[in-house]
């Protein structure tokens, strides 16, 4: 693999940094600047609602832009935005703070998918993209635990100090190792691009997208009270525990990839039925443990196996003009299900059956992701067939 993907892998660990690190802070922010757990929890869907947002746009208008200049500027984005996080006086404040870095997010990840798959050979686009996003399971396996701890002694102010850092880092090794792009090719026309986001397949995909995470992200987005308040730990436990999930997360990353590369579509299916499988079975083991404590590591292993397919698919079918808004979209696909999944956990905590409850809810949403994408490879296996029919049936005709 080219080390300019490696470059790419850094730049998304800053910014998967910035996306988890507040799943380990809910409970010092609330405290700090007196909200609710669920107030503080609307800081996840704040900065995933703003990717939803910033990605389509921030890719429109970067389109005629050379890639690499691109993610420059995104990684400059992202360190203003953490260190308006540390200084932010209060909770409006951080919030605002938490979109403009958000901003970022979706755009980073839409290009950078198709930078990855522009380095290697067909056969191996899912492993580049698998690679790429292992920035984001690094930031599970390091920065979301070692936020916490950071959390814990120093202030989560000083998270976001070195979520800062972080970006310098990633913007340097970015400058460095990616290559200038090569593109010659004539700028696609916006009507274009539009009409390829627009394609039905492409549609489907990313709905199956905001669905299978949505359901990740109304248990992880919580995982803290959960473990604190219904299994019993105590909270310097979290950060050791955050650590089995991002390991989870790189295990998960790295074996969608490669069940991807070799049959996109089983791969597909079969990574969201385990995922819902997960969540509904976590159910329970929610008051022992050593049952969370595994099942925080499977969790992050089947959450991250269904991204390399999801990715993907959405890129097989976005092939042409648009792809890299379709790209983009995507991850916006992927951070609006954060949204929703942290809204809807925080309503079953506060107004529904409580905290016990949101794995079933978890469950529930992503076996609808699921039965979207039934639905989605139906279809395509029916147009398949039609395609093909007149050629089976010519030899009747003659």
């Known amino acids: 693999m080219p080390v300019a993907l490696y470059a790419l892998t850094a730049g998304s660990f800053g910014i998967g940094c910035a996306e988890f690190v507040i799943m380990g802070l809910l409970m010092q922010v609330a405290a700090d600047l007196h909200v609710s757990i669920a107030a503080a929890g609307m800081l996840v869907s704040g900065y995933a609602l703003g ?4 990605a389509p746009v921030l890719t429109l208008l970067t389109r005629r832009m050379p890639r690499k200049a691109v993610l420059m500027a995104l990684m400059v984005i992202y360190t203003v935005g953490n260190i308006a996080c540390a200084l932010a006086p209060d909770y409006a404040t951080l919030m605002v703070a938490r979109v403009i870095t958000s901003l970022t997010h979706g755009t980073f990840f839409g290009v950078g998918a198709v930078v990855a798959t522009g380095l290697v050979p067909a056969e191996r686009k899912a492993s580049a993209i698998s690679i790429m996003f292992s920035g984001l399971t ?33 913007l340097a090794v970015i400058a460095l190792l990616v290559p200038r792009s090569r593109d010659d090719s004539a700028p696609v026309a916006l009507r274009d691009e539009l009409a390829t986001v627009a394609r039905p397949q492409v549609l489907l995909g990313l709905l199956m997208t905001m669905l299978g995470f949505a359901g990740v992200f109304v248990v992880i987005t919580y995982v803290q009270p959960l473990l604190t308040q219904l299994t019993g730990f105590a909270e310097s436990a979290v950060s050791p525990i955050l650590l089995v999930f991002g390991g989870g997360m790189v295990v998960g990353n790295l074996l969608g990839g490669r069940l991807a590369d070799r049959k996109a579509t089983p791969a597909l299916l ?46 097989r079918h976005a092939e042409g003009a648009g792809q890299n808004l379709a790209s983009s979209f995507n991850i916006a696909a992927f951070n609006l299900g954060n949204a929703i999944g942290a809204w809807l956990g925080g309503m079953v905590i506060d107004r529904g059956p409580g905290l016990a409850a949101i794995t079933w809810v978890a469950s529930a949403v ?16 029916r147009t398949s067939q039609r395609i093909a029919l007149p050629a089976h049936c010519a030899p009747e005709g003659a």
């Open 51 to 54: 990717v939803f947002a910033g």
């Open 138 to 170: 690094l930031a599970t396996l390091l920065g979301m635990p070692a936020g916490a701890w950071l959390g814990l002694h120093l202030g989560w102010r000083s998270t976001f100090w070195a979520m800062s850092v972080v970006g310098i880092v990633s």
């Open 270 to 315: 079969g990574t969201l039925l385990a995922l819902a499988a997960v969540l509904a079975v976590m159910s329970f083991g929610l008051r022992s443990p050593v049952a969370m404590v595994a099942f925080v590591g499977v969790l992050g292993i089947a959450a991250f196996a269904t991204v390399s397919p999801l990715q993907l698919r959405v890129l």
């Open 366 to 381: 992503t076996v609808a992701g699921l039965l979207v994408a039934l639905w989605s490879v139906w279809l395509e296996r």
